[in-house]
């Protein structure tokens, strides 16, 4: 595989707001989109509540679920970004809700008897005007590496506003170096392994 293989992602933005609300979430995981356009990768953005992803940990929870679409996405897609606000310490309730959504995964496998999720690269972004990034990406990355994602290094991107604070991520008038080159990071070794995965799979059982 080359640079020049093509590769695809999907970024699942767990914002508690509708669109066309503004979101810090958006914000961050279309900059990781912008980063990831670089390494010849091309990708959608879904903002998670603006669909009814019915509460479960199965693949498909009957009439009404919009989440088998989701997945279908998710399936045609190489790298999986799953940003979140900072919610009192956490992810959001959307990003919990993504996870256990995935759960369903654990008894999906193919013909060889891998999940059907390995060989896909999943990374995180995190925003957050309180402190707790570290914890949700650690969260985050445990449950998708379970389901069977991998984690690329350096695969998580955060902001979060000094202690106390009240600033928002796209109220800034600048991406703070830090994070800019953070996310510049992440998106070259998500792609590097991801075409490394579909060089050479992941043997069956």
């Known amino acids: 595989?080359?640079?020049?293989?093509?590769l695809r992602a999907l970024a699942l933005v767990c914002s508690l707001k509708p669109s066309p609300a503004p979101s810090s979430s958006d914000l961050m995981a279309r900059q990781v989109l912008e980063e990831l356009g670089k390494h010849g990768v091309t990708g959608d953005v879904v903002r998670v509540v603006d669909h009814d992803v019915k509460p479960g940990v199965e693949v498909d929870m009957g009439e009404g679920d919009a989440w088998p679409a989701i997945?279908?996405?998710?399936?045609?897609?190489?790298?999986?970004?799953v940003s979140t606000p900072t919610w009192v310490g956490h992810m959001s309730s959307?990003?919990?809700?993504?996870?256990?959504r995935l759960d369903g995964e654990l008894?999906?496998?193919d013909d060889s008897g891998r999940p059907l999720l390995a060989g896909k690269v999943a990374v995180a972004a995190v925003v957050g005007n309180e402190?707790?990034?570290h914890k949700i990406i650690a969260d985050l990355f445990q449950g998708l590496d379970d389901i069977g994602f991998t984690i690329p290094s350096q695969?998580?991107?955060y902001w979060n506003d000094?202690?106390?604070?009240?600033?928002?991520?796209?109220e800034l008038d600048e991406t703070p170096e830090a994070v800019a080159s953070t996310t510049a990071t992440l998106a070259a070794n998500a792609a590097h392994?991801?075409?490394?995965?579909?060089?050479?799979p992941y043997p069956g059982s």
């Open 71 to 81: 997945r279908e996405q998710m399936m045609a897609a190489d790298i999986l970004i």
């Open 193 to 200: 392994l991801a075409r490394a995965l579909k060089a050479s």
């Open 162 to 170: 000094h202690a106390m604070g009240g600033t928002d991520y796209m």
């Open 94 to 100: 959307v990003a919990q809700r993504v996870l256990e």
């Open 131 to 133: 402190d707790g990034a």
């Open 155 to 157: 695969g998580g991107t």
């Open 107 to 109: 008894s999906e496998t």
């Open 1 to 6: 595989m080359t640079e020049s293989t093509a």
